[in-house]
């Protein structure tokens, strides 16, 4: 029986972590428990009463040598936290996601002997490169609450405590998923052929990747104009940005391109902007577990600072680097990384995809993987993070 209101911190950096922090919280309300949840947050997380002391955009910056330039600024983000905890502790930090902050964050807790459970919630790809975090983590985590199967059993290697909670999107997305349904609810004409193009949801990556995206649908409009070009904006910074790159293209272009803003509160404009397309170009990242589960045929590229791009070489420890590819143990969708990814090569990969046996031969693994996440004995993340805390937290 739970005798007060528990006190939950949360961190997340992007659209994504909002997602699973406001399930999150949502799950804690449907199963009975008093909960105040509080931390950064986005739109979502806000929307189901979480009090965000930061905004979610603070944490935004991808790579190893763009952290640098805003290390001060998440120095002090991170301070300002633990100093509010510090006076006021919270029963349980929960970092969703961004594992350079949260990891950091946790760190802290523990340097500080507060008395605050920690938890890392979807785990760091320590799997794939730098596996000498997992030291580290072993010292600051009190459990990891992994997305994947295999997640778990690496941790276990390592005597780190860790549950399987499964990917949300799996049960969430239906494995039947009709193409022509997802256009008319976006209110698109069904008859028409769309191609989504994702550069990604931060400033830096549309800076990088914008161009290159759009490029590439130079490239493919002329060949191929019966296709149009769908760029979902999650935000009016993030659509003001991308009208500005796109005034720099011909007419022509210009008049194919459509930018779809987010209309609601859960940030969905980019999941509904691949649900109605026949095909994908989207950065690496977690969008690509996305486009799997929608089952929809794709392309990613990704371009990173020079140097960060040689650092991260030398750590890298398995051979792909999106998602599916990672689950299937096998290239599944093309990856087009650092030199490989130019609008030439995505535009061939593009039409590559246009033609429809190549299209379905790859739509049929995603709807392979998707049922093998389903298929995991998945634990109950809120149950879980009650597991951990002391009776007397409860």
């Known amino acids: 029986m739970q005798n007060r209101k528990l006190r939950i911190g949360i961190v997340v950096g992007e659209v994504s972590g909002d997602t699973l922090g406001a399930k999150l919280i949502r ?174 949801s931060r400033r830096s990556e549309i800076e990088k990747l914008g161009p290159i995206a759009l490029d590439a649908a130079k490239i493919i409009s002329q060949k191929h104009p019966e296709y149009s070009f769908l760029i979902p904006a999650i935000n009016d910074a993030r659509k003001t940005q991308i009208e500005a790159l796109l005034t720099t293209y011909p007419e022509r272009l210009k008049n194919k391109v459509y930018i779809m803003e987010n209309t609601s509160t859960e940030s969905k404009i980019g999941r509904q902007v691949m649900n109605a397309s026949d095909i994908i170009a989207l950065a690496s990242g977690t969008a690509t577990l996305e486009a799997m589960l929608l089952h929809r045929p794709m392309v990613t590229f990704y371009k990173l600072n020079w140097l960060t791009y040689r650092i991260v070489k030398l750590l890298v420890k398995i051979k792909y680097y999106s998602l599916p590819n990672i689950i299937a143990g096998k290239k599944v969708i093309t990856e087009l990384i650092q030199k490989d990814a130019t609008a030439t090569k995505l535009a061939h990969e593009i039409e590559l995809l246009m033609d429809i046996e190549a299209s379905q031969i790859q739509v049929m693994q995603h709807i392979t993987m998707h049922k093998k996440l389903l298929s995991g004995n998945s634990e109950d993340p809120v149950q879980a993070i009650l597991n951990i805390l002391e009776p007397k937290d409860l």
């Open 27 to 200: 799950s804690f309300r449907e199963q009975g428990i008093d909960a105040k949840f509080e931390g950064i947050g986005g739109p979502q997380m806000i929307a189901e009463g979480f009090n965000s002391f930061y905004p979610m955009d603070i944490l935004s910056v991808m790579g190893i040598v763009e952290v640098l330039k805003d290390i001060r600024k998440l120095f002090a983000v991170r301070d300002g936290l633990i100093d509010a905890w510090v006076n006021h502790p919270v029963d349980v930090f929960i970092g969703i996601d961004a594992p350079d902050f949260n990891l950091r964050v946790s760190k802290a807790i523990k340097q500080k002997h507060l008395p605050i459970k920690t938890i890392q919630y979807v785990s760091p790809s320590v799997w794939a490169w730098r596996q000498g975090r997992v030291h580290g983590i072993k010292a600051t985590i009190d459990l990891v609450l992994c997305l994947f199967p295999f997640e778990k059993a690496f941790y276990q290697q390592w005597d780190v405590p860790a549950a399987f909670v499964g990917h949300p999107l799996a049960s969430q997305l239906p494995l039947v998923n009709p193409l022509n349904e997802a256009k008319l609810e976006l209110g698109l004409d069904p008859a028409k052929k769309y191609i989504a193009l994702l550069p990604g």
